[in-house]
């Protein structure tokens, strides 16, 4: 009979022990989790700010080069109108000498 009641305890003691390393098992797994959780997170952090970063620097590369576009177009424009302004100024000069030719011959 004591032998049947030491066999008894041991296996309670043996039970409690069990549930208790469950418990640390579990807690152990949780504060894992956790800990690559933290992880993660930080990772997608850093991967949000570097493709915000490239997307800013894509922008200003991008606002710089249509600057530059810009200033050719506007540097292309000023020589067609400089151009046209010489002609233009050539047309009148051919048509004045034209009519002073003309009033000269009716004279």
Do not use: P
């Not at 009148?92 to 002073?100: G, P, S, V, Y």
Request: glycine content about 2%.
């Amino acid at each position: 009979k004591k032998m049947a009641l030491n066999r008894e305890r041991d296996f309670e003691r043996e039970q409690q022990e069990l549930a208790k390393r469950k418990l640390e098992l579990e807690a152990e797994a949780e504060e894992r989790y956790r800990a690559e959780f933290r992880v993660q997170q930080q990772e997608r952090r850093q991967i949000m700010q570097k493709l915000q970063r490239d997307r800013e620097e894509m922008q200003t590369e991008f606002d710089m080069k249509a600057k530059v576009q810009e200033a050719k177009w506007a540097f292309e424009r000023r020589g067609w109108e400089a151009q046209i302004q010489a002609l233009q100024e050539r047309h009148e000069i051919e048509l004045k000498a034209e009519r002073e030719g003309l009033d000269a011959e009716q004279r």
